[in-house]
């Protein structure tokens, strides 16, 4: 479930490709500066930093899976089996996994000025309402000039500097960090021989370098996908093009229908790809059915009134037939 890409060029973006056997009503909301925000342990907040993300929107309430702020502070939960869940003590701040985006994005202005709030968290397993069961997960939070992952685990709350900007899912990312030592002779490069200097070997074609880059759905594979593709892609100078090149990246970890059965016969696919520009505050995004890209501006609406605004996905596909004819009567 999920890949995520951070990535400068020209600006600051962060991808992410949403991998599900199913939909959550998910829309893109505008959470406007006055619309208040509940929690089920801290303070209702009434005056906040705007926010859009993707989201499913309960009972009024949106819960995120990744989102950025007016400041270009952006976040996202990763599925993380694994995460350990604390009880409500007045020792620290009593987040739920779907509550944090909101909190920490409506308060902060950046990765360094968060900090201050995580050190207190801690996650708090109390669904949002009978019949939506708590998603356990582990975050990344990314600004301009840096990026961290949170997770709660055995060891405590765990945050993490990830100079790289990438995230896939469970397992830890101190492991996804060590696995990467399996791949340093990777390279975008054409390999020479090393293999014997009295044989005349040489690549059967282009691309060679990055023969043994894994190319599986696993999120550990997906961690090194993620790593080398941000490496190694060619920056560009506008965003129009930068918004493209990432999309490509995200593309390419994409889960393709019917290549990832589940052990419930059910078939994991990703639903959506978004790339948020957190320069522009431009929010793009692709569907599964739609490959064309959409955008939603945060900073066209009016961002100090007290209603949550949203917009449906596009799913139906767009396609530009150059020569198709009208048919006649």
């Known amino acids: 479930m999920c890949t995520v890409i951070t990535w400068k060029s020209h600006g600051t973006y962060f991808g992410r490709n949403m991998d599900l ?34 989201a499913s929107i309960v009972d009024g309430t949106p819960l995120f899976s990744e989102a950025m702020n007016e400041y270009g502070l ?26 944090i985006i909101p909190y920490i994005l409506g308060r902060s202005t950046s990765v360094r000025e968060a900090k201050t709030y995580l050190q207190s968290i801690q996650f708090i397993s109390t669904p949002f309402k009978e019949g939506l069961p708590v998603q356990p997960l582990h975050f990344i939070l990314s600004d301009e000039h840096e990026s961290v992952v949170i997770e709660s685990t055995t060891r405590g709350l765990e945050i993490y500097e990830d100079t790289l900007g990438v995230l ?8 996804h960090m060590t696995n990467l030592n399996h791949y340093l002779h990777l390279s975008p490069k054409q390999p020479v021989n090393t293999f014997d200097d009295a044989l005349a070997l040489t690549p059967f074609g282009q691309g060679a370098g990055s023969i043994g880059l894994p190319g599986d759905s696993s999120p550990t594979s997906r961690f090194v996908q993620a790593a080398f593709l941000k490496a190694h892609a060619k920056q560009e100078q506008e965003e129009s093009k930068a918004v493209t090149q ?5 593309d390419r970890i994409k889960m393709v229908k019917g290549t990832v059965i589940l052990p419930n016969d059910r078939l994991d696919l990703t639903t959506y790809s978004t790339v948020m520009a957190l320069d522009t505050g431009m929010y793009y995004y692709k569907t599964y059915n739609n490959s064309q890209i959409s955008a939603v501006s945060l900073d066209q609406e009016d961002l100090d009134q007290d209603q949550l605004i949203h917009y449906d996905l596009i799913q139906q596909q767009h396609i530009h037939y150059v ?3 009208e048919q006649s009567d």
């Open 323 to 325: 020569n198709k004819r």
């Open 168 to 175: 896939t899912n469970q397992p830890t990312f101190d492991f």
């Open 74 to 99: 952006a976040m996202a939960g990763l599925n993380f089996p694994s995460q350990v869940f604390g009880e409500v003590d007045d020792n620290h701040i009593n987040i739920t996994p779907y509550e």
């Open 21 to 54: 056997d199913y939909h959550f009503g998910e829309t893109i909301v505008v959470v406007p500066r006055q619309f208040p925000l509940d929690f089920h342990y801290e303070p209702r907040v009434t005056t906040h930093h705007a926010l859009i993300g993707m």
């Open 246 to 250: 990432l999309f490509h990246m995200l």
